[in-house]
């Protein structure tokens, strides 16, 4: 099987296992694992942040940077179709108690006109009060896009007093395809996470980072939500791994996700423009061909290829390290047979 469907799917390498087996641990919830302090101090480095917090998921880890800038009651605003609001099964509002505005716009990309119409900072006892904006880069459900409005935004945030929210999830890709420190993107935003279990290839992990103050309270959060842990340090060192030896290789998977991209475009013409593929996502919408979504999936599936589906007419590839050129250029194929 090939399994384009998410860069979730990698297993640990050798040498990734070597290190989780080898690494010193300790109590984490006493600050004695030597090996997820390493992590949180690395990661917080990398991103130009004095502090950081190892978490079991990337939700967990938005959660708590988001209770971390909005109080109950207030709002956050974020694009439509942003993991925070979509795909993190209403957390914000059971847990943080916050409500969301949105903003659409294709690629899931910044607009700064349609912010600027969304923020209520204080609009007196009659109306919700805008606390923060979350903005994902690069923007998953966008298919990979590295945000085009980042700095320009951040900028009017600053302006305006208002804090900025990343959800870094794959800041990685869009630092690597852009050529942009990743804290040169992290550092303008008062909270970020990023994933070591999508493309890095982790199995386990994310990191919020913040300023000293803001992690402390989310340390105490996540242990509210249940999430504290012990001897961590056998994830953190995959983490560490990840970071250390996965990062720059993903240019390969942008590589391999545009040849992806032209092949389908040759097989159904319009589905996916193959210079718009940016980082390893690809979207092919797929309305034109007379196929459904669903159908492709599972013919796909019978001739060993797993590809995702999001929306009613869109197909979904992502490409990570555990698919090879060969793989990528044969699930290609096969997905473009059944297009046509
Ligand atoms: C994957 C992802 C997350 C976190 O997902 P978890 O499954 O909770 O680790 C957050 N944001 C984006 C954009 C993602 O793609």
Redesign the pocket.
Known sequence: MIDLRSD?VTKPSAGMLAAMTSAPVGDDVYGEDPTVTELENEIAALLGHEAGLFTV??????ILGVRALAAPGTEVLCEAS???AR??LGAHAAINGITTRTWSAPGGQIDLDQIRALIAPDLGPYFVTTSAVSV?NT??FGGGTIQTSYDALADELDTIGLPLHL?G??LWNASVASGTPLSAYASRAAAA?V?L??GLGAPVG?VLVGSAELIKEARVWRKRLGAGWRQAGVLAAAGLYAVRNNFERLAEDHAHARQIAELLADAAPGSVKPDQVETNIVVADIATTGKSVAEVIETAKTQGVLIGGVGATQLRLVTHLDASASDCRKAAETIARLLQ
């Open positions: 979730t998921t990337g939700s967990l880890a938005n942003a993991h925070i795909a993190e994902e923007h998953n959800d999830a794959r996470s994933c279990s999508k994310s």
